[in-house]
């Protein structure tokens, strides 16, 4: 009687330690992140039916043994499985800008990079200011033509380019030797791209909307579309019949930056107001395109004029 009761006494105790350490194991394992490896594994329902040997040992099912709730299994997003930012969320681009006109953008500022490129001393006296907001209003649109669905020019190359030229404008935010002589060759590879020449670019990780391309400069490109184009070219009857097609082309540049500026990854995204704003910006701008392809110039007045009140409200409420 003695022996027995030891025997039952040590086989309590094994079960006991045995328990234990099944549980201290688990408790491990749940606290660990998931691999890629092991993540489809984790997702897999538990078996139904346990061994004999392991029922035996735990009086049944193991699972009532066990404290607490079972972590939940969280799948990924599709943009986090793709590698892509988490504000890289749809966008009807084609109805908003024609593939044609981002192409048409991208040629503009390589013209408009000439003077700044043309020698050291023009990109220190502060053209390499230019050339930095130029850089990143290409890299741009570069990545609008990466997500377009009837583009076809650069389709292929276009989410490298984006981040090239996105890399180009930082760097030459510095205006010495070294800043401009990387700056030229980048410059280089937009005027090898727009002959039709192929360029290699390094494979790259997309990139937020807010690492492409700054807020502020988003906004300086705005400015400078409204105070250089739209507000002159309108000014009179004159001016809007020999600059009709350019209206019609900022109106529509206009329109994508401003849907980009609502994007997650700016500051203030989720300010209910700037939202607004950059919704009006867009609409204004939409307004703009309609009537200039209807030649209706008192209506293109109004909403440039309605347009500048929008950004004059936001840089009063964000100044």
Known sequence: MSGMLKDSSFYIFLRIITLSVMCAWASEVNAQPLSASNAHAAGTPA?????????RLFDGDPRRRLQGTRPEVKKLSTSQANGS???????????????????????????AMQKPMARIGSYKSGGYQTVSQQF???????Q?????????????????ASAHFSNASRQAQVNNLQAYESAKRSYDDLGQLIRGERVEFVPASALPWSEIIE???????????????????????????????????????????????????????????????????KSDSQQILQSAQESNLNQVQRFVGELNKTCSRCHEDYK
Do not use: C
């Open 47 to 55: 078996p139904q039916k346990w061994d004999a040997e392991t029922e």
């Open 85 to 111: 930012p988490e504000d890289a969320r749809p966008i009807a681009w084609g109805p908003l800008i024609p593939a044609e006109f981002v192409e048409d953008e991208i040629k503009t500022l390589y013209i």
């Open 136 to 142: 990143a209003v290409v890299a741009a649109m570069f």
């Open 144 to 160: 609008i033509l990466s997500r377009h669905s009837t583009a076809v020019r650069w389709k292929e190359i276009a989410a490298p």
């Open 215 to 281: 807020l502020p400069q988003l906004m300086r490109r705005l400015q400078q579309g409204y105070a250089e184009g739209l507000r002159p070219w309108s000014a009179d009857a004159e001016e809007f019949e020999k600059n009709q097609l350019s209206v019609i082309h900022e109106s529509r540049i206009h329109a994508a930056l401003a849907e980009i500026l609502q994007q997650p990854s700016y500051e203030l995204n989720d300010d209910d107001e700037y939202q607004r704003h950059g919704r009006r910006l």
